[in-house]
Each structure stands twice: as C-alpha cells, then as structure tokens.
C-alpha cells in the first residue's frame, strides 16, 4: 500500500507538525498543494545550496510522502530530558539495591540515548549538550556512578553497558 497521510486538526503548529503518517486506507490523501506547502517547509529547515534544494523539490510525491513519513519518525524521538531523568533516578536510588534494580533499564536508555545521538538532528545533540541540560557532564556523572557500582560487584549478574 502506499504512504498516505491525513491532517489534525488544529492551527496552534506548523503544517509539518500538522502532519500524521499512516497506512490506514481510511485517512484521507492530502491535497497535492497541502503536500507541496508541507514538503517545501521541510526542505527550507534542510539548509541547502540551492541546486541541491531544486532536486529535492522536483522529487516524485511518492519519495515526497516517504520524506515527510522519516522526517515524522525522526522528529518524535525522546527528548534528552527523558533520557536524563533515567540516569538521574538511578543514581537518587537510596539502596545499592533500588540502585541495582534501576540500573537494568538504564542500560536500554543507555542504548537508546546512543541511537539518538548518532541519528537525531544537530539541534537535538545541541540541545542535550545545552547549560540547562548539563547532558555531558550528567552522562559522565551517570558513567562514574555504574562503574563504581560495577566495580564493587553490585552488578556482577546484571547487563554490563560494556559491549
């Protein structure tokens, strides 16, 4: 089946933030304008030379939809907040044991947080690595905290954040 999407309603966001993505045969195609007016805001945050940008547009409205599809899948990722508040609950643990415990999901985040720095866009590693989010020095913080815990052997039978 081909990539459809229909429009929330709503007027309080952009048309792209507007946009949901689905296979479901019973939402409605959007316009041929409404695509257009919504891929060409997508390319102008692409900041690209302006051959560049003139291929991209003059892409066909399948590769369009496909486009806008990632861009969604790409966008609603976890903020960096939610990856720190993981590491900064387990580290509030007042046992070695709730810290144990904690430390088993923190590995997936750990993976998770991994993805999103390799994948998101430049603005979301700016915004993990922003004052008000301390994300480095809160990484390391966390990094310090499970290798003392390693070290002690309080997770000798729990998954290691070492490959």
Do not use: C
Request: glycine share 4%; no cysteine.
């Amino acid at each position: 089946s081909s990539a459809q999407i229909f429009v929330k309603m709503g007027t309080t966001h952009s048309a792209v933030d507007r946009l949901r993505f689905s296979d479901d045969r019973n939402q409605r195609i959007p316009t041929r304008e409404e695509l257009e007016l919504t891929f060409e805001q997508l390319v102008a945050t692409m900041d690209l030379p302006d051959d560049k940008r003139q291929v991209v547009l003059g892409s066909s409205d399948e590769k369009k939809l496909m486009m806008l599809r990632d861009h969604h899948k790409q966008t609603n990722q976890m903020p960096p907040k939610f990856y720190l508040s993981k590491f900064a609950h387990v580290m509030e643990a007042e046992s070695t044991k709730k810290a144990r415990k904690r430390s088993v999901d923190t590995v997936r985040h750990l993976r998770g947080l991994e993805i999103s720095l390799r994948t998101n866009k430049i603005s979301w590693v700016q915004d993990f690595l922003h004052d008000n989010n301390a994300g480095l020095q809160k990484l390391i913080q966390y990094m310090k905290f499970r290798y003392e815990l390693e070290k002690k052997g309080y997770l000798s039978n729990y998954p290691s954040i070492h490959p």
